[in-house]
């Protein structure tokens, strides 16, 4: 049996310290899926403790891209937090972070609440807007390495996100071209058809993965659907921006520490 509050203070405190934790597989034995992410719960519960808010989820490997870049092929969800918004044309500070990356993404906020089982046609008509955005990742394991359930306990890698304008719900968001550019360098193109072949299939999946925890998608929570591309390290980098055409634009800037 794994000591979920144990496991859960130490990802914390990795988080809020900026400084990487071996992976718990293992260390410390095998890890179910189940015990995962009521790792990842009581790891977040820590946040919500010091005043942070629940403001939605996050899917990951939700595309071939990904998939390949970290070898794993099952879809996994984390937690927004309302501590890891970041406006878009922001600033963040780099010691924040250990081995940041960042990949482009398509974000949908909701109007209606949604949980469980759901069709396509359910979860369009819960959307109330949607936009182009950037998830920063920063897992909080040595060397950016681990395994499923690593992962799913340390919230999906999820560190921080930057939504772009939000745009009407009918929007077209299946097959928009995006070119994620890393200090002026082109460092990733890609279409958001890559998040399962349509980003709204993503947001069904997120309603039944966060529906088996118990948790049901609220009106005004933010999902970012996942990275269409593979990410890119961003450790010294100074700006981010991403063109996703008619989706707009979204951008940040990165400084501090010591590069
Ligand atoms: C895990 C998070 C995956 C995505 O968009 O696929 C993810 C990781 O790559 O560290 O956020
Ligand atoms: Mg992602």
């Not at 958001?192 to 709204?200: F, V, Y």
């Not at 970012?224 to 990275?227: E, F, H, V």
């Given at each position: 049996m794994a000591d979920i509050a144990a496991i859960a203070a130490k990802l914390d405190a990795a988080a809020s310290t900026a400084r990487a934790i071996p992976q718990i597989t293992g260390q410390e034995g095998e890890l179910s899926l189940a015990d995962a992410y009521a790792i990842q719960r009581a790891a977040i519960d820590h946040r919500l403790a010091r005043g942070a808010t629940l403001v939605g989820v996050k899917m990951g490997f939700t595309s071939e891209a990904k998939m390949v870049q970290m070898g794993l092929k099952d879809q996994i969800w984390g937690r927004l937090t309302s501590d890891m918004v970041v406006a878009n044309g922001g600033a963040l500070d780099?010691?924040?972070?250990?081995h940041p990356r960042v990949e482009p993404e398509v974000a949908v906020r909701l109007k209606a609440p949604l949980a469980g089982e759901v069709t396509r046609d359910a979860a369009l008509a819960a959307v109330d807007a949607v936009a182009a955005a950037l998830e920063i990742i920063d897992s909080r394991y040595e060397n950016f390495r681990f395994a499923l359930s690593d992962v799913v306990a340390d919230n999906a890698s999820s560190s921080a996100f930057v939504v772009g304008p939000w745009l009407p719900a009918h929007t077209d968001i299946a097959d928009v071209a995006m070119e994620m550019r890393v200090d002026d360098v082109v460092a990733e193109t890609g279409s958001?058809?890559?998040?399962?072949?349509?980003?709204?299939r993503s947001l069904v999946a997120a309603a039944r993965l966060a529906g088996a925890a118990g948790l049901v998608l609220q009106p005004g929570w933010t999902v970012?659907?996942?990275?269409a591309t593979a990410a890119a390290a961003i450790a010294s980098a100074r700006t981010v921006s991403l063109d996703a055409g008619h989706l707009g634009r979204v951008g940040f800037t990165i400084a501090g520490g010591a590069t």
């Open positions: 780099r010691t924040r972070f250990i958001s058809a890559a998040i399962l072949g349509d980003p709204i970012m659907l996942g990275g």
